[in-house]
């Protein structure tokens, strides 16, 4: 009984030790440092930058809406980023939606301010179909659903390696081919997609020069906006009740010293 007691206990002493190498090796081997870069919109009185992130729609739409969908948002959103009506028609004008006609036949028409963004595919089926049987992911709040959130995104943008800047110990290690797609920030390296941004990928309306960089913080910009509309408000609420309870405290300090002066 204490022979069989002894071995157990050995046996979880060693199984726990291995346990506990095999996740300190994944920490120090597999932990990956995003690029830190500082967000207009962080901290307690941070807002967006409506410029870039009206530069931002302009790379999603002209880039990213190839694959990409955003269902949860309206083109009437876009009027959030300080465009006028007549500027966000203007941005849609040649955007076709699905919809029906009086005998519901399926047709295409201009889209709408009412309209959601428009989906690159049907459905979701259809979209792994186009993209080897995986579908890439809606954008809506992709900077809230990941680790990292925007620097994570960003890094993601700006993150890919070609075959021939790889050394040869990251070839190894990772298995990767000429025919696979290395990023340095994306969890294990080889990605699906290919690299989506490059200098001069679009042709900013507002003159900004291009530079891969650029496109990649205006883009994220904008998705930190997508995931998030009213954090401003909220951060003005919090502000104003921070502010309102300071108040309230002294004006009870204040009630408090007038009721018990005369006890001292």
Avoid at 145 to 173: H, S
Wanted: charged content about 20%; aromatic content about 10%.
């Amino acid at each position: 009984m204490r022979k069989s007691m002894k071995r157990l206990l050995v046996s979880g002493a060693l199984a726990l030790a291995s346990l506990s190498a095999g996740a300190a090796a994944i920490a120090a081997g597999g932990e990956i440092k995003l690029p830190s870069k500082q967000w207009h919109f962080q901290g307690p009185f941070g807002t967006y930058d409506r410029s870039a992130a009206q530069r931002g729609y302009q790379v999603y739409q002209e880039v990213c809406a190839a694959c990409h969908s955003m269902s949860l948002m309206y083109y009437r959103n876009l009027m959030a980023l300080g465009l006028t009506e007549g500027q966000v028609k203007s941005l849609i004008k040649d955007i076709q939606v699905p919809d029906l006609n009086d005998d519901g036949q399926p047709i295409e028409r201009p889209a709408k301010l009412s309209d959601r963004f428009k989906s690159p595919f049907p459905n979701a089926l259809a979209a792994a179909a186009a993209n080897n049987g995986k579908a890439p992911p809606d954008l809506s709040v992709i900077a809230k659903a990941r680790a990292g959130g925007p620097d994570y995104l960003y890094g993601l943008l700006i993150g890919y390696v070609p075959y021939d800047k790889l050394t040869p110990q990251q070839i190894k290690e990772f298995d990767v081919s000429k025919d696979d797609n290395f990023n340095k920030y994306f969890p294990g390296h080889k990605i699906g997609m290919a690299p989506p941004l490059a200098d001069d990928k679009v042709t900013y309306a507002d003159g900004t020069k291009a530079t891969l960089d650029q496109e990649a913080s205006d883009v994220t910009q904008f998705l930190a906006w997508a995931a998030e509309p009213h954090m401003e408000a909220r951060k003005r609420t919090g502000v104003r009740v921070i502010l309102f309870l300071l108040a309230l405290a002294g004006l009870m300090y204040a009630v408090k010293r007038s009721v018990w002066a005369d006890k001292h």
